[in-house]
């Protein structure tokens, strides 16, 4: 068991979600804004703060933690010792649960019952007074923490940085979110957060996507095992968005189908496989969004394709009255349904043509992106989650 050896696979641990790489590709000049508002911190231990937005996977968050490795190695290297704690707030998304995260950076045991937010950061500001080290906090996807209103963690941290001033280390903070927060924020933190202080991350072009993967499988794969053609692909699938997280993760998945294949390297075909298992993970929040009702006639949709390009709505509508009966839902009558599938059409998951066929007008539905085996697995795991046991 288990003594089979990878034969295209050097080094799993590359493709994970929280590698930090060794070299950023295109970030120059986000890391020269970095280095430029924070000087003020790595050279005389003064307070700083940054805003990064920008779109999905353009690198704001291994930007974010690659700036504060090199930054905590200057300023080690200077007698100025520095931590970094980064605290995702889609994990994390109230100020009592940041607060335990900040307490926790000093307190691994730090109970996360019976103490109030208070109380916890009473609990940090002494042990940051105490520790003589400067911290830069992270707080990443911040809008998703602002959204619910909580703005009050974020004026008590640079209300923090004022108050340890004089002591030879101090608290900076850097905020990270896909879309601009400074309307979020409450008059007190604005005014520590200009508008100077943002970098913004554009989306990364073709060529930029072709040198991430490409340096990336270097090190994930072995030699040889992937060729040009499937490299170059990557970076085509990916350009669309500009996102290297896709690009990374579509090179994760081909390399795991290329593992299970005879061909001994990843070509294009691996690629468009994983491609199809990608594009419904991308998507995988709008599909989980829709209701119980929609999911049943999405599934529907997805049982009844098949292998065809495209079906009739009454097919799907047939499907869709099986499928109700499976999971103990009452079908809901044709006009219902057709309002249904006109909402599934806006999450990209099906599109809907008008044809004038012989007995009249027919609407036909067609899957663009997913394979049809691969949606309805999707859409009854899903539904397992919905209505767990529902399904006969
Ligand atoms: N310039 C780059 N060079 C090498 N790898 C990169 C670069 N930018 C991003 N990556 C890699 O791409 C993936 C996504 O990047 P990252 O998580 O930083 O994106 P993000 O902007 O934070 O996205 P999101 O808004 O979804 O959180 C990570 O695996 C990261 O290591
Ligand atoms: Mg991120």
């Known amino acids: 068991m288990f003594e089979k050896v990878s034969s295209i696979i050097r080094d799993p641990s590359v493709l994970d979600y929280d590698y930090v790489p060794d070299y950023l590709v295109g970030r120059d000049s986000q890391m020269a804004s970095l280095e430029l508002l924070f000087r ?32 905590a190695e200057y300023c080690t290297s200077h007698g100025r010792p520095l931590d970094t704690l980064l605290v995702n707030c889609r994990n994390r998304n ?4 940041v607060t335990l995260a900040m307490a926790r950076h000093f307190d691994k045991g730090f109970p996360d019952r ?4 208070d109380e916890m950061f009473r609990s940090f500001r002494n042990r940051m007074r105490e520790s003589g080290r400067s911290l830069v906090i992270i707080l990443d996807e911040v809008d998703v923490l ?32 896909q879309e601009s927060v400074v309307d979020m924020l409450d008059e007190a933190s604005l005014s520590t957060f200009r508008r100077s202080n943002s970098v913004v991350f554009e989306r990364y072009t073709h060529d930029e996507l072709r040198e991430i993967v490409g340096r990336r499988a270097e090190l994930a794969i072995l030699p040889g095992c992937i060729s040009d053609d499937a490299l170059d692909m990557i970076a085509d699938n990916s350009e669309e968005y500009g996102d290297a997280r896709m690009a990374i993760e579509l090179l994760d998945r081909a390399s795991n189908i290329a593992e ?9 075909e691996h690629v468009r496989s994983a491609r199809a298992m990608v594009y419904s993970a991308v998507s995988e929040s709008k599909l989980a ?3 119980i009702n929609r999911k049943i006639v999405l599934l529907a949709v997805a049982r009844a394709m098949k292998t065809n390009r495209a079906i009739p709505s009454s097919v799907a509508e047939k499907t869709y009255a099986v499928v109700c009966e499976e999971y103990g839902v009452p079908a809901r009558k044709h006009t219902q349904f057709w309002l249904y ?7 990209g998951a099906i599109r809907t043509l008008v044809k004038n066929g012989q007995n009249g007008r027919i609407t036909m539905i067609s899957l ?13 795991d899903l539904l397992e989650k919905a209505i767990p046991g529902g399904a006969a």
């Open 40 to 71: 003020p911190f790595a050279e005389y231990t003064r307070s700083c703060t940054a805003m990064l937005t920008g779109p999905v996977g353009t690198g704001k968050t291994a930007t974010a933690r690659f700036f504060c490795a090199r930054m």
């Open 94 to 97: 109230s100020d009592a649960a």
């Open 114 to 117: 019976g103490f109030s937010s």
């Open 146 to 177: 602002l959204k619910r209103g909580s703005v009050d963690i974020i004026y008590q941290i640079t209300r923090l940085s004022e108050e340890i001033r004089d002591r030879g280390h101090t608290v900076s903070l850097i905020m990270i979110s």
């Open 260 to 268: 299970g294949d005879t061909a001994g390297e990843i070509n294009p």
């Open 289 to 291: 969004a829709l209701d």
């Open 341 to 347: 599938v006109q909402d599934i059409e806006k999450t």
């Open 368 to 380: 663009p992106d997913i394979p049809s085996k691969v949606l309805a697995a999707k859409m009854e």
